[in-house]
């Protein structure tokens, strides 16, 4: 089915007004937003990508749509797992709070724009040599078992912020150590220099373009038309923001999730290979006819997907591993919520933080020691913000 021009107009102009409105009304005043103010702009965006689907349905058919939920779901559980790089961005660069949005915003806008362009390079290339398929399955096959690799040896997280780029831009241009609001430049004893904050900005737009060389290839396993990549991928990315607050502190929770991706990540990377084969035209395989293989529809993709997703979601959530960290979560959170008290907090506010924190560190202290082991970084630590906050209040209720 061909799309038209009027609807490439139409959904551009929509999604170009989303972030104008993202920028205008939400992240021109820096500001954090609350975790209302987050779940409700969270569900608003998802909202719109599922009725756009719906819109899909009307405009060009079942196929189209199945072929946008698929990707969809796919780009959006990719989108999330990219969240844990933000944060280590985030926190490597100490962001203020409020200016995090700004970054956030700037990160989508640029993965919108990197991501589109690999969108008309796949397409143009697909549409030259069908052999694309075995690179993409190749690739996805590879970021799978990098992912797995991970996992299996327990790698410790790379220091994202310390990339090539932004070791050359500090070598050669002069940056202040402190941020200045939101600007981007500042003047320094009279000279005009780089504030982290334009350092923050390249080092997540770098990132985003590695993101890309993953996600693409996998939503070009499960359609080849680049009206639904790109709607696909741009309403994954819609929304990103405010998810990013809203599970700030879910996302550790989430044990399970590279496991999860890894599956669907492979799965995909036998999809496209077996799609390969069906359309195969290199010499060297079959004399360079198409190999009768068994394809997977977007019907076993889509339900694949979504199952890999729920099982993964729960297992981290559920399993005994899932529920120490929880428990060691919740006491951690307690503890800084108390010591971050205002000194008017009222009695009453004070004793409520205080009874979950007794409740929440007497729970952790059942956790396992090798979970306890696996999953705080420092016992010390952990120890003495837990006995800060206990020692906080007993001094105000003495």
Request: zero cysteines; proline letters at 5%; a negative charge.
């Given at each position: 089915m061909h799309i038209t021009g009027l609807q490439w107009t139409v959904t551009i102009v929509f999604i170009l007004a989303l972030l104008a409105y993202d920028f205008f009304f939400h992240v021109?005043?820096?500001?954090?937003?609350?975790?209302?103010?987050?779940?409700?702009?969270?569900?608003?965006?998802?909202?719109?990508a599922l009725l756009f689907g719906l819109v899909i349905?009307?405009?060009?058919?079942?196929q189209f749509a199945a072929e946008y939920y698929g990707g969809y779901i796919t780009e959006k559980a990719l989108s999330v797992d990219n969240l844990f790089v933000f944060l280590i961005i985030m926190a490597s660069f100490k962001v203020p709070r409020e200016d995090q949005q700004k970054v956030l915003l700037f990160g989508i806008v640029f993965a919108l724009i990197a991501r589109t362009v690999f969108i008309l390079l796949g397409a143009a290339a697909i549409d030259r040599w069908s052999g694309v398929f075995y690179i993409f399955g190749i690739i996805l096959l590879l970021t799978a078992g990098n992912l797995l690799k991970g996992e299996v040896t327990d790698k410790e997280e790379e220091d994202e912020a310390n990339n090539f780029i932004i070791r050359l831009a500090k070598k050669f241009m002069h940056t202040t150590d402190y941020y200045d609001g939101d600007k981007l430049f500042t003047v320094e004893n009279g000279k005009k220099v780089?504030?982290?904050?334009?350092?923050?900005?390249?080092?997540?737009?770098?990132?985003?373009?590695?993101?890309?060389?993953?996600?693409?290839?996998?939503?070009?396993?499960l359609t080849q038309e680049p009206y639904i990549v790109f709607t696909a991928t741009a309403f994954s990315l819609m929304g990103l923001r405010q998810l990013y607050f809203l599970i700030d502190g879910l996302l550790d929770r989430l044990i399970y999730l590279s496991w999860g991706l890894a599956i669907i990540l492979a799965f995909i990377g036998v999809k496209l290979i077996l799609h390969a084969l069906h359309e195969n035209t290199l010499p060297f395989i079959n004399d360079g006819q198409p190999v009768h293989v068994v394809e997977v529809t977007i019907g076993v993709s889509l339900?694949?997907?979504?199952?890999?997703?729920?099982?993964?979601?729960?297992?981290?959530?559920?399993?005994?591993?899932?529920?120490?960290?929880?428990?060691?979560?919740?006491?951690?959170?307690?503890?800084?919520?108390?010591?971050?008290?205002?000194?008017?907090?009222?009695?009453?506010?004070?004793?409520?933080?205080?009874?979950?924190?007794?409740?929440?560190?007497?729970?952790?202290?059942?956790?396992?020691?090798?979970?306890?082991?696996?999953?705080?970084?420092?016992?010390?630590?952990y120890q003495d913000l837990v006995d800060r906050a206990r020692s906080a209040h007993q001094a105000y209720m003495n």
């Open positions: 021109r005043k820096p500001h954090e937003p609350t975790i209302k103010e987050a779940a409700i702009w969270s569900a608003i965006y998802v909202g719109i349905l009307w405009w060009d058919g079942g780089m504030t982290p904050m334009l350092l923050v900005m390249v080092a997540i737009g770098g990132t985003d373009i590695l993101f890309a060389l993953d996600s693409i290839p996998a939503i070009f396993g339900a694949v997907i979504v199952g890999v997703l729920i099982i993964t979601v729960l297992a981290s959530l559920l399993s005994p591993k899932g529920k120490a960290l929880a428990a060691i979560q919740k006491t951690q959170r307690l503890s800084e919520q108390y010591l971050n008290l205002p000194d008017n907090a009222s009695t009453e506010e004070r004793q409520k933080i205080q009874d979950k924190l007794d409740a929440a560190t007497a729970k952790s202290r059942n956790v396992p020691q090798k979970y306890r082991d696996e999953l705080i970084e420092s016992e010390a630590e």
